[in-house]
C-alpha cells in the first residue's frame, strides 16, 4: 500500500511539472503564433484587393454581424473604394471548416480568393490552394451573376477531379460572402457603423 501510495504521489508531480511546461511553452509560443496568423492574413489581404494606394488595415471596418465580429480591409485609390477583403467560411468543407480571405470589388464581384485555413486531403481538395486557380474560377463573379454550384450539379463553376466536396465548400464560402458583402456594402464603404 505503501508503494503504491508513493507512486502515486510521484505520478501526481510528474504531471504537475510537465503541466506546468506546456502552459509556460503555450504562453511562449501563441503570441509569435498570433502574428505569424496576422500577416498570412495580411498578405492574403493585398493578393485579393483590386488595386490599392492606401493601408487596407488602418481603413477596415468592423462589424457585428449575425452576433460574430467581422473585420472588413477597405481598399483604396485616390481616395476612392477600390474594393473590400474580408474572411468568409463555411462548414462544408471534406474535413471540416474552410476559411478563406476573398476580395470583392465596389461593385460586388469577386476579385480574388485565398485560402487561410482547411484541413483538405493532400492531393486531392488540398489542390484547390493554387491563387491562379482560385482567381480564375471566381474573379468577375456575383451573387446576381452566377448560378453558386459546380457544373456536376448543374451550376457555373469548376471543380477538380476527385475534389468535388472542396469545390462545392469553396462556392458556398465565396457565395455567402458576396451576400454578406452586398448585404452591408454601404456600412462597410461609407464606414459608417450604426
Wanted: glycine fraction near 10%.
Amino acid at each position: 500500500m505503501k508503494e503504491m501510495l508513493n507512486l502515486s504521489i510521484r505520478l501526481a508531480l510528474i504531471c504537475a511539472v510537465a503541466a506546468i511546461l506546456l502552459s509556460q511553452i503555450a504562453s511562449l509560443t501563441a503570441e509569435p503564433i498570433r502574428l505569424a496568423e496576422l500577416q498570412v492574413a495580411m498578405e492574403a489581404v493585398q493578393s485579393v484587393l483590386p488595386a490599392f494606394d492606401n493601408a487596407p488595415g488602418d481603413d477596415a471596418v468592423t462589424l457585428d454581424i449575425d452576433g460574430r465580429s467581422r473585420k472588413f480591409y477597405v481598399g483604396k485609390s485616390g481616395g476612392k473604394v477600390t474594393g473590400v477583403a474580408f474572411e468568409a467560411n463555411t462548414q462544408l468543407g471534406y474535413s471540416g471548416e474552410i476559411i478563406v480571405m476573398m476580395g470583392v470589388t465596389a461593385d460586388g464581384k469577386a476579385n480574388g480568393v485565398r485560402i487561410l485555413k482547411h484541413a483538405e486531403t493532400p492531393g486531392l481538395g488540398a489542390n484547390y490552394d493554387d491563387p491562379q486557380w482560385l482567381d480564375g474560377s471566381y474573379k468577375g463573379h456575383s451573387s446576381s451573376n452566377t448560378n453558386w454550384k459546380v457544373k456536376k450539379d448543374g451550376g457555373d463553376l469548376d471543380a477538380l477531379t476527385g475534389a468535388t466536396v472542396t469545390a462545392r465548400a469553396l462556392a458556398d464560402a465565396v457565395s455567402n460572402g458576396l451576400i454578406t458583402f452586398e448585404q452591408n456594402r454601404d456600412k462597410i464603404i461609407t464606414g459608417e457603423v450604426r
